[in-house]
């Protein structure tokens, strides 16, 4: 993986790479710019207590802003890993993310959790854990209400060291996700053993849910195995009303999907979160705008 190569690196590209097009070279290098020139987002996708149908937390999913249109992660992430922007850009999200979360949780009074998604190449940094404590420290967020996601690939992948860090992370008193859980090379022995909180199945698992009876088998087995390991599971992409009754039905912890709510921009957010607190709290709305 080649890192921190300055700005006027050269890509080698590996054999069995295609060729960059002149659009990537393009956005490449403009993704340098993104950052100083204010052109990231993040948006806010809620995440649902299936039982209760509360808010629980939120998301952080990024965004840029590239000459008027919004360029999918899916393009840019590994365009900012390969060259090592990622961790600038990471340390950003991580900042603005606790930040905004802290600032709701304020406004509210709203036990908000934020979920933060964190590549492998942050995770490699020495420095990653003065990372997140910064940012805890900076905004005032407690620990517990950070989540930090980590892709299953990732930490099947570089399973020693992985454990380490996460170790080290969860020391802070923040929780950890495995994202896109059961979709990697799981190794159940090893994935027993890591220091982690929740569990976050994949969306493929949902797709076929409930008209696949094997499919529906499945996801019902992967959620009572994180129960009998005792680590919380939240389930990606609830598209249905079917889905949502589904995961009810079998116990799951916590949904997030389109059906539930799409992600969306920070005031987006903020407004459904005063919303929801204002439906769901015992408290007076005066007491809303109170420190
Ligand atoms: P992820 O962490 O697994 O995020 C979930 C993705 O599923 C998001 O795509 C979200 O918009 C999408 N999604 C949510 N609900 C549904 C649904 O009901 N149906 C379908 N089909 N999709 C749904 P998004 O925002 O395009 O992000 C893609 C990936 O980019 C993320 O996958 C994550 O791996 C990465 N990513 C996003 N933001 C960051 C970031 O700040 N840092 C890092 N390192 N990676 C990020
Ligand atoms: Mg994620
Ligand atoms: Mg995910
Ligand atoms: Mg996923």
């Given at each position: 993986r080649?890192k921190n190569n300055g ?12 060729s960059?097009?002149?659009d ?8 340098y710019?993104?950052?100083e ?16 149908g509360?808010?629980?937390?939120a ?7 590239h ?5 999918s ?21 991580l ?6 979360a ?26 990653i ?13 407690p ?9 299953e ?10 454990a ?9 008193g ?6 896109d ?24 698992f ?19 195995m994180?129960h ?17 009754a ?5 116990g ?7 059906h ?6 920070d005031?987006?957010?903020e ?12 408290f007076?709305a ?6």
């Amino acid at each position: 993986r080649a890192k921190n190569n300055g700005r006027n690196r050269i890509q080698v590209y590996g054999d069995q790479m295609e060729s960059p097009t002149a659009d990537t070279l393009v956005l490449e290098n403009d993704l340098y710019k993104a950052l100083e020139r204010n052109e990231l987002r993040l948006h806010y996708q809620p995440q649902f207590d299936c039982a209760t149908g509360q808010i629980t937390g939120a998301e952080a999913l990024l965004r840029w802003e590239h000459k008027g249109k919004l360029v999918s992660p899916a393009e840019f992430i590994p365009l900012a890993e390969e060259s090592g922007l990622i961790v600038e850009m990471g340390a950003w999200v991580l900042r603005e993310a606790c930040a905004k979360a802290q600032a709701w949780r304020s406004r509210t009074g709203w036990p908000l959790r934020i979920a933060v998604n964190l590549s492998a190449v942050q995770l490699d940094q020495a420095d990653i854990t003065a990372t997140v404590a910064q940012a805890l420290h900076e905004t005032g967020l407690p620990a517990t209400a950070l989540e930090l996601e980590i892709t299953e690939s990732v930490v099947v992948r570089e399973s020693l060291r992985a454990a380490d860090i996460l170790t080290e992370l969860r020391a802070l008193g923040v929780g950890i996700a495995i994202d896109d859980f059961g979709v990697g090379y799981s190794s159940f022995a090893y994935l027993r053993e890591l220091p982690v909180d929740r569990f976050k199945l994949d969306r493929s698992f949902l797709s076929a849910v409930p008209q696949s009876e094997g499919d529906s088998r499945l996801a019902a087995a992967l959620i009572a195995m994180a129960h009998r390991l005792e680590v919380g599971i939240v389930a990606e992409g609830v598209e249905t009303e079917e889905q949502n009754a589904f995961l009810r039905d079998h116990g799951c912890d916590e949904a997030q999907g389109y059906h539930l709510g799409r992600p969306m921009k920070d005031d987006a957010f903020e407004a459904l979160l005063v919303q929801h607190a204002q439906e769901r709290s015992t408290f007076k709305a005066d007491n809303l705008h109170a420190p």
